[in-house]
């Protein structure tokens, strides 16, 4: 996170979910990002020993997590749908630009098809070509 430019990658007002491992690197990402603040970060809140979290920072504690099983899900799907995606074989590329729009475009046709899922559209032979 540090050395990817992140304030390149977001805008002022995003707020960017890590998980607790991350934290740690937060620090050393606002010295050097002067545009980003620690509110564009939401992470895990951390259990002091011998204390238990209040009601209202344990529900924050499973919202959160139920935010990531949520992300680490559609990536799954991503696997499941696309062979390119699964994690068992290495994308080789030369260039990045090039994988970035391969994963935008099977996220949209990803979103197409939930889409057409939710509202119980009838998917005809030429939809199941793509």
């Not at 197409?112 to 559209?121: A, D, E």
């Amino acid at each position: 996170m540090v050395e990817m430019g992140l304030a390149n990658k977001i805008h002022e007002m995003d707020c960017v979910g890590v998980d607790g491992g991350y934290t740690q690197h937060i620090p050393t990402l606002l010295e050097r990002e002067d545009s980003l603040d620690v509110r564009n970060f939401c992470f895990p809140i951390r259990k002091k020993q011998g204390q238990d979290l209040d009601e209202h920072e344990a529900l924050f504690n499973s919202e959160f997590a139920g935010f990531r099983s949520m992300i680490e899900a559609t990536f799954g799907d991503l696997g499941r749908t696309f062979r390119k995606f699964n994690n068992k074989e290495a994308i080789r590329t030369t260039d990045k630009k090039e994988v970035n729009m391969m994963m935008r475009l099977c996220f949209l046709l990803m979103n197409v098809r939930n889409m057409s899922n939710s509202l119980n559209l009838e998917v005809q032979p030429h939809h199941m070509a793509w």
